[in-house]
């Protein structure tokens, strides 16, 4: 059986986000969770909330025991992308991407 957690437009970038979700990838939940209290990036504190979110939903909404799930499936994708712009020298001006993340967590109790 599965449990699924959806974060939507979390104002980190796709390619750093993944950075966290391709350590944690079909490791255990207590494994995953150590890994991402240890790791000293700023979307790994999301990454940990959303994974707290979905063993929950396993253990409330389908009665999954916590102590057998591990991570199935985690992706990241591009979100919708801010536009904003940056004065520059002789009234020029510079457009900044402030790029957005999805992040999607499965978690299962059979491998």
Do not use: W
Request: charged share 30%.
């Amino acid at each position: 059986m599965e449990a699924k957690a959806k974060l939507t437009m979390i104002r980190i970038s796709p390619r750093k986000v993944r950075l966290v979700a391709d350590s944690i990838r079909s490791r255990k939940i207590s494994e995953a969770v150590a890994i991402l209290q240890n790791q000293d990036k700023r979307s790994s504190e999301p990454v940990l909330k959303l994974l707290n979110s979905a063993v929950a939903n396993a253990v409330n909404n389908n009665g999954m025991e916590a102590d057998q799930l591990f991570v199935k499936t985690i992706y990241v994708n591009e979100g919708p992308t801010l536009k904003r712009f940056r004065p520059r020298a002789h009234g020029r001006a510079y457009e900044i991407l402030k790029r957005t993340s999805h992040i999607t967590i499965i978690v299962s109790d059979q491998r």
